[in-house]
């Protein structure tokens, strides 16, 4: 059954925006009566039931209420943005689909894009959700400085960061608990940028033996934890 | 230090390629003298210096010869190709990036694309593991019918399908060996296809709680491996 997403929900909206809508009617055809499911991306599944459709809308009225708990662990990712957007967003979609709580950009002396077109990768975030029948849509943070990531709060922080001290596998070092993991550009961090973080309690972890693009190693911080978890 | 591709150092060739040429000259600006790397993709690593270089040719000599081993396990991942030749080309990216041996396209009954542009996708295979630091091109066949595939010798054979009788993860399934792991289309295999590969001794995982997209499930399968043994 389709999943459609409407965060309003909770506020009382009944029928679909406008992409969505043009999706219920022109691709999958639904008519009133046809059955469809939808998500406020916040953790809530509802079952609900055509109404009305027309070309351009289409309303919906709800049966059911499902609310799905919360992970007991949350990964948040914080990133420097590669010069290509395409594998920024391919690095959320794929996040997303795998499963991720947050998702930050970080403004690094060596990133090449300080840039985040927030409304793009939300549109991939959401269409990843649906796609793998999620309810949260992560949340998206717009790009900040090293200095406010570092901030965040979390049970456990780690840097991607290979040197001669030999770090740890993430997956030898992470236990069940909430991650803050820095993903530094493809420069590398700076050492200023890694001793600011050491300061505040990250510690310094590899992904494998491969050199991993920044994307990639995005991606397998967050399935690690994922594994480790699941 | 850069890394070169050139397959043919094996048979006596001392000089790059037209492209890669093209990158040592306009990109990075090597001058007669420079040191350079290179790999032949079938396991050695090559230290060598510029000899001559002229705007479309490059010349080297070799002043070492370090052969690396291989693994001591193997991952070989058949896919039915998606719809997107995108998201193939993608998935080749990542998986030879994080680390695999072989990869196979699979005709399935509901696969949606049935055609590989092999030029494409071992362009997009050369570039990841010059990316890596690799030294070893993993091999790709060309697309073939299910009946071939599972014919293909390996220590461990499994297939990602998720059904009733909840299958093993495949972190928990996985011993240290040479896997073979079959990644269905967006619609699924058939439970035709299913009998088969399990007539063949292929068993039933899951990758996971999330629904995966084809290429995602195919790069989740080939990370959980290299994790397992790495």
């Known amino acids: 059954m389709p999943l459609f997403y409407q965060p309003l929900i909770p506020e009382g909206i ?3 925006e406008h992409e969505e809508s ?17 998500t406020d991306g916040k953790g809530s599944l509802y079952k609900a ?7 351009s809308s289409c309303h919906f009225s709800i049966s059911e209420t499902i609310r ?4 007991n662990f949350s990964i948040h990712v914080a990133i420097a943005p590669t010069k290509n957007t395409d594998r920024m967003e391919w690095f959320v979609e794929k996040v997303t689909e795998i499963g991720i709580e947050e998702i930050s950009f970080i403004q690094c002396e060596n990133s090449e894009r300080m840039v985040i ?10 269409s990843a959700v649906k796609q793998a029948g999620q309810v949260r849509l992560p949340t998206i943070h717009p790009i900040s400085n090293i200095e406010t990531i570092i901030a965040q709060p979390a ?3 780690f840097i991607a960061h290979v040197d001669h001290n030999n770090p740890k596998h993430l997956k030898e ?11 530094g550009p493809e420069g ?6 890694i001793d600011k973080a050491t300061e505040k309690g990250f510690e310094k972890v590899s992904l494998g033996p491969s050199i991993l693009r920044t994307e990639t190693a995005g991606l397998v911080a967050c399935h690690i934890l994922n594994l480790i978890n699941t």
């Open 173 to 183: 070092a992470a236990l069940q608990s909430n991650y803050l993991v820095l993903i």
């Open 117 to 126: 077109n927030m409304e793009r990768i939300t549109k991939k975030a959401i």
């Open 49 to 55: 039931v055509v109404t009305e459709i027309s070309k």
């Open 14 to 16: 009944r029928s679909l």
């Open 188 to 193: 590398d961090f700076t050492q200023q940028e």
């Open 68 to 71: 799905i708990p919360e992970r």
């Open 155 to 157: 049970d456990q922080k």
């Open 22 to 38: 043009r999706h219920a009617v022109k691709v999958l055809r639904l008519k009133s009566g046809d059955p469809l499911q939808l």
